[in-house]
């Protein structure tokens, strides 16, 4: 039996928000459980990985899935995934590849008589080789132009450290005061 259901995830969002996404998870299992009536439901990787695409604090509100059960056991995965993807996901992809063994070995034998037709049907020619034409222009010489030597630039003396300058400093007599601050009034008591 199989089926396509849609699977509301905002109960998930309950409690510490760390743990949203691992409750989702959760409720997915037992969603399919309850209307599936199955014992184990095992969750494909693509349906995980867009569960925890957003992180733990972020999964989505719902979620279409698709359910297929065989006997006691639930295979549930998106709704939009890949019929190979699917077929392969639930194990019924073995039977088809027995099929396309045989005709892929089936159609490698006609290819091969094929081939072998073509080639004795062709005729093998030789190609004679071309014969490449000299050049009559003769090779132009390039004028050697003398470059004059360069410069030398004149080194610049490292100048002596003077004595620094002593300075005397102006000490003050007397300190200026600040301004006094105003006192509060009290208020009176009544």
């Known amino acids: 039996m199989e089926r396509i259901i849609v699977v ?4 998930a969002r309950r409690g510490p928000r760390t743990k949203f996404t691992q409750k989702a998870i959760k409720f997915v299992r037992s ?3 309850r209307h599936m009536k199955v014992e184990e439901v095992k969750i494909g990787s693509e349906l995980n990985e867009m569960i925890w695409e957003k992180g733990r604090k972020n999964p989505p509100r719902r979620v279409e899935i698709r359910v297929y059960k065989q ?9 939009s995934i890949k019929e190979t993807s699917w077929n392969a996901f639930i194990g019924k992809q073995e039977k088809e590849d027995k099929k396309t063994k045989k005709q892929k070995k089936t159609e ?14 062709k005729k093998k020619t030789k190609k004679k080789p071309v014969k490449k034409k000299k050049s009559t222009k003769k090779p132009v010489k ?6 004059a030597p360069a410069k030398k630039k004149p ?14 400093k102006k ?20």
């Not at 390039?142 to 470059?147: A, G, H, S």
Request: net charge positive.
């Open 8 to 11: 509301p995830l905002r109960k």
């Open 171 to 190: 000490t003050k007599s007397a300190k200026p005061k600040k301004p006094a601050k105003p006192k509060k009034k009290e208020a009176k008591k009544k």
């Open 108 to 121: 490698k034998e006609t290819k091969k008589k094929k081939s072998v037709k073509k080639k004795v049907t």
């Open 155 to 168: 080194t610049k003396k490292k100048e002596t450290k003077k004595p620094a300058k002593t300075t005397v």
């Open 142 to 147: 390039k004028k050697e132009t003398k470059k």
């Open 71 to 79: 006997d006691n056991v639930a295979f549930v995965e998106i709704s």
């Open 31 to 33: 969603f399919v459980c």
